[in-house]
T-cell receptor, first 111, second 112 residues
């Protein structure tokens, strides 16, 4: 079983739609969680951290459910510029201090 | 802003060549990492380092080595490049588990 799993998509949504991505992690000892965004042929960039209490940044909301080992990202009022791959990340992999990346979920926002 | 700089954006090398990929960060981070990213396989950890002169193997270290002689610099070495090492190589650094990684812009290596 992979340490961090995501639905690879693609998710094709119209502009203005609300879209949700889910992610599960297998290591119950994982301590920190993040969402990264990666544009085509570019490096991943930190989008936001994920806290148990939830974290909102504009149109983006991230949630963590430790009991279910589940992380989510909600994007409201999707923009064309949101088209990218979204990577779910957990801290505390096999080597203790590294981050483990999910395979990514591809989002295409259509006009 | 933390800056992580990778020496080359695109690189073409011949099979059997020794290849050096350089990574420099400017924020005094202890932790540095090398990943490769391939379609359908995601990001895979090659090597990492938590301090100068220190290195640890990741998930796929075979065919690679690393060097960390100075805190700000972490080099990935392909001892004898092979075509299956054609990939996007990403360097990252971090200071603390609460702040995530900062990545370099990547080196797209093609081995012919």
């Amino acid at each position: 079983r992979k340490e961090v799993e995501q639905d690879p998509g693609p998710f094709n949504v119209p502009e203005g739609a609300t879209v949700a991505f889910n992610c599960t992690y297998s290591n119950s000892a994982s301590q920190s969680f993040f969402w990264y965004r990666q544009d085509c042929r570019k490096e991943p960039k930190l989008l936001m951290s994920v806290y148990s209490s939830g974290n909102e940044d504009g149109r983006f909301t991230a949630q963590l459910n430790r009991a279910s080992q589940y992380i989510s990202l909600l994007i409201r009022d999707s923009k064309l510029s949101d088209s990218a791959t979204y990577l779910c990340v957990a801290f505390g992999g096999n080597y203790g201090q590294n981050f483990v990346f999910g395979p990514g979920t591809r989002l295409s926002v259509l006009p | 802003d933390v800056k992580v700089t990778q020496s080359s954006r695109y690189l073409v090398k011949r099979t059997g060549e020794k290849v050096f990929l350089e990574c420099v960060q400017d924020m005094d981070h202890e932790n540095m990492f090398w990943y490769r990213q391939d379609p359908g396989l995601g990001l895979r950890l090659i090597y990492f380092s938590y301090d100068v002169k220190m290195k640890e193997k990741g998930d796929i270290p075979e065919g690679y080595s690393v060097s960390r002689e100075k805190k700000e610099r972490f080099s990935l070495i392909l001892e004898s490049a092979s075509t299956n090492q054609t990939s996007m190589y990403l360097c990252a650094s971090s200071s603390d588990r609460n702040y995530g990684y900062t990545f370099g812009s990547g080196t797209r290596l093609t081995v012919v």
